[in-house]
Nanobody, 128 residues
Framework: QVQLVESGGGLVQAGGSLRLSCAAS????????MGWFRQAPGKEREFVST????????YYADSVKGRFTISKDNAKNTLYLQMNSLKVEDTAVYSC?????????????????????WGQGTQVTVSS
């Protein structure tokens, strides 16, 4: 199994930046990919970004392309999400997630049920 702990959330004004981190422990060597999802109050959890651990392939939601950058540090078993040009609509609890194996569906990364392991989440609030 994999344990995930997020950090880096906070309050920021629109147009500002935050960098989220997700520290992974446990059987990280079995991880195929890690990603970020977010959930605003009263709304469904939505995909933000995912990166494959070995190949470094990245995937982004259309809503964050050009503003967010996902990255990883293999040696530290840590996932990052650099969030720039933040908008009020980015306000949500951001959670990192991990998946074992290799899904072959072309859009597997979009769906939260594909990720068995989750962190507790970190709050990101963007003010106008």
């Amino acid at each position: 199994q994999v344990q995930l702990v997020e950090s880096g959330g906070g309050l920021v004004q629109a147009g500002g930046s935050l960098r989220l981190s997700c520290a992974a422990s446990g059987r990280t060597f079995s991880t195929y990919a890690m990603g970020w999802f977010r959930q605003a109050p009263g709304k469904e959890r939505e995909f933000v970004s995912t990166i494959t651990w070995s190949g470094g392939n990245t995937y982004y939601a259309d809503s964050v392309k050009g503003r967010f950058t996902i990255s990883k540090d293999n040696a530290k078993n840590t996932l990052y999400l650099q969030m720039n040009s933040l908008k009020v609509e980015d306000t949500a609890v951001y959670s990192c997630a991990a998946v074992w194996g290799r899904p072959y569906s072309s859009d597997w990364y979009l769906y939260s049920y594909m990720y068995p392991f989750w962190g507790q989440g970190t709050q990101v609030t963007v003010s106008s």
